[in-house]
T-cell receptor
Framework: SAVISQKPSRDICQRGTSLTIQCQVD?????MFWYRQQPGQSLTLIAT?????????ESGFVIDKFPISRPNLTFSTLTVSNMSPEDSSIYLC???????????FGEGSRLTVL | GQNIDQPTEMTATEGAIVQINCTYQ??????LFWYQQHAGEAPTFLSY??LDGLEEKGRFSSFLSRSKGYSYLLLKELQMKDSASYLC??????????WGAGTKLIIKP
């Protein structure tokens, strides 16, 4: 299984600011995803990070709010832009090497927006 | 629409056995996954079923019936550290993962 490092692990942010979360994988992986998990809720897929091209966003999520980069097969970033308290959540990077395979998750980044 | 149902919360006693059920309705099926998530931590992979039947892995087993759209996770010899949320997820025909809301399992001494 891949080892996935996310940073920051947690942060407290002011309303209106932006924060970039980094995800580093110890091996090349085919697919990388960004999830959000709000308190007491299950996982919601934000987008699929595509290497060398624009991310594929799920319904309800847009590039202006959650810009994503994936410059290579081991690294991706998610930016949460113009944050509001509703963005307070855990953001999780996940990877898989096969469409039918299991997902592996980073440790998560817990954001609190004041 | 696509839907996965699992109980919100369950309570069991240390040393006992507990079964967490999951029913699903999805557009196609490419496997069912169980994940464990301790409070404040990321989910960790427990099991994968794509064919009908029981998969056993130590104290944990997972069962699948595709015709019934049903799975369960069986935890034996419960330990306090098994207190966590258990997430059921199904890959649909497009290999999109559909997640259940999770079952919070509380273990009492």
């Amino acid at each position: 299984s891949a080892v996935i490092s996310q940073k920051p692990s947690r942060d407290i942010c002011q309303r209106g600011t932006s924060l970039t979360i980094q995800c580093q994988v110890d091996s090349q992986v085919t697919m990388m995803f960004w999830y959000r998990q709000q308190p007491g809720q299950s996982l919601t897929l934000i987008a699929t990070a595509n290497q060398g091209s624009e991310a594929t966003y799920e319904s309800g999520f847009v590039i202006d709010k959650f810009p994503i980069s994936r410059p290579n097969l081991t690294f991706s970033t998610l930016t949460v832009s113009n944050m509001s308290p509703e963005d307070s959540s855990i953001y999780l990077c996940s990877v898989t090497d096969r469409e039918a395979g299991e997902l592996f998750f980073g440790e998560g980044s817990r954001l609190t927006v004041l | 629409g696509q839907n996965i149902d699992q109980p919100t919360e369950m309570t069991a006693t240390e040393g006992a056995i507990v079964q967490i059920n999951c029913t699903y309705q999805t557009s196609g099926f490419n496997g069912l996954f169980w994940y464990q998530q301790h409070a404040g931590e990321a989910p960790t992979f427990l099991s994968y079923n794509v064919l009908d039947g029981l998969e056993e892995k130590g104290r944990f087993s997972s069962f699948l019936s595709r015709s019934k759209g049903y799975s369960y996770l069986l935890l034996k010899e419960l330990q306090m550290k098994d207190s966590a949320s258990y997430l059921c997820a199904v890959k649909d025909s497009n290999y999109q993962l559909i997640w259940g809301a999770g079952t919070k399992l509380i273990i009492k001494p």
